[in-house]
Every structure is written in C-alpha cells, then in structure tokens.
C-alpha cells in the first residue's frame, strides 16, 4: 500500500503542468496514481518485468502521459527527463539523492518514503537503503536540499507464537531465505521475539 501520508505531502502540488519522474516505479502504482494530475509521468526502475507491466497497463488505459523505462536509477543522470518533482516510494540511495539534485532546479521538490533502519529490526540485518533520520536530513542538506517534512512511520505487529510469527513474514520468506534474514528472525522468535517491525521515513524535501 501507498502510505496515506506520503500521498498527503504529494495531494497540494499543483502538477497539472509538471513532468514527474517516479524513481524505482516498480509496474508503476505511484505513477498510475499521479498521471490524471500531471503532465508527463516517467517511470524509471531496474526491473525490466515490472517495466514491462507497468507499459502493458499505460497502453491498456490508453494513458498517453506515462512512460516506462527500465533505467538504473543509481546510475543514469535525471536531467534528461527534465522533472519538476521527482517522487520515490522506497527506493532511495545517497546515489539517487544526489542525482535528484542535479536534476532539480531551486524550490522543486522530492517527495519519497525511505526504509528506516529499525525496518524489519528483527532479522539483524538493515537494508543498505536504510536510513536514520539524523544520517537522512544530513545526505539531503549535504545535496542541498531543505528537508520540509521528515517523518517516521512505524508499525509494530505483535503476535503470540512461534507459528504467527512466520505466518507474519510469509510474503518475504524467498527474500530473506536468499540473504540470511530468514535464518536470524527464526533465531529471533525461537528466543522469545514476537515482534515485525516495519518502519519508515517520509520526507518532502525543497531544492535550495
Ligand atoms: C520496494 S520496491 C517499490 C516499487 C514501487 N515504488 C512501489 O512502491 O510499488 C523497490 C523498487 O526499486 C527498484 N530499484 C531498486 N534499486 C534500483 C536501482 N538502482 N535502479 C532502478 N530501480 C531500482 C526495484 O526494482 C523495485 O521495483
């Protein structure tokens, strides 16, 4: 799901004449949500599947302002999309913050939601995509960005046994089984842990 409040930092721009890039689209939720608002809305992200789906689903609603490439987002330039905002929904990097910089012209803004670190605490291991809020607002600064907004969003899912536990991490089991985190949150609940913490950043962030 979109988090309600990162779509309520994005509802008082006026886009109706603004190209807006979608960093890290995935088969484009954001940027199907954001194409009756804007002008243009290119998606960019690594997945040629989820590009491919995202493409299928523009022509099928005939949506002539939603373009689709599959693109590094940590290695491209930005500035040839030309965007007026730039929108990422967990997909966030020092490389593309910097880049969002580049493309963006003063009093622009980037809207996004970033893993936190504390984001699935219980396997042991945080993303490399994760931030805290101290490391976030420096990187954003150091680009020079004026963080507006930056706001931590934290469910904690609490359960009483072993078996709730995993039925809790059902979706993300190929995930974490490939890079260890499923052996340590099976260590985590057979020591007592009943918790899945999923927690992230918010953040609206102002050219300078
Ligand atoms: C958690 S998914 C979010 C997808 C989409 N924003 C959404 O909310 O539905 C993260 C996405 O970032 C993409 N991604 C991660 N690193 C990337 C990179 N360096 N360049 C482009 N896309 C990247 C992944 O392929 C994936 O689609």
Not at 43 to 49: C, L, N
Not at 100 to 107: D, H, M, Q, S
Not at 138 to 143: F, G, P
Not at 182 to 207: D, M, P
Request: charged share 30%; proline share 4%; with cysteine.
């Amino acid at each position: 799901m979109l988090s309600p409040k990162f779509l309520a930092l994005l509802e008082p721009e006026d886009l109706k004449d603004k190209v807006v890039l979608d960093v890290g689209c995935g088969a484009g939720r954001l940027a199907f949500r954001l194409a009756p608002r804007c002008r243009r809305v290119i998606g960019i992200d690594r997945d040629t599947t989820a590009i491919a789906q995202a493409q299928q689903r523009a022509a099928a609603e005939r949506l002539a302002n939603a373009e689709f490439s599959v693109a590094d987002a940590e290695a491209v330039e930005y500035d040839p999309f030309a965007p007026q905002l730039i929108a990422a929904h967990l997909c966030m990097s020092d490389a593309i913050i910097a880049r969002c910089a580049r493309a963006l012209a003063p009093g622009e803004y980037l809207v996004f939601v970033a893993f936190h670190v504390d984001q699935w605490q219980e396997t042991g291991r945080p993303s490399r995509f994760a931030y805290d809020e101290a490391r976030l607002a420096s990187v954003l600064r150091e680009n020079g960005f004026i963080p507006e907004h930056l706001e931590v969003e934290r469910e904690v899912t609490r359960f009483g046994t072993v078996q709730e536990g995993l039925a809790a991490a059902a979706g993300l089991e190929d995930r974490w089984k490939a890079d260890s985190r499923w052996q340590r949150y099976v260590e985590f609940l057979e020591r007592g842990g009943r918790t899945l913490t999923r927690s992230h950043l918010i953040v609206k962030a102002r050219r300078r």
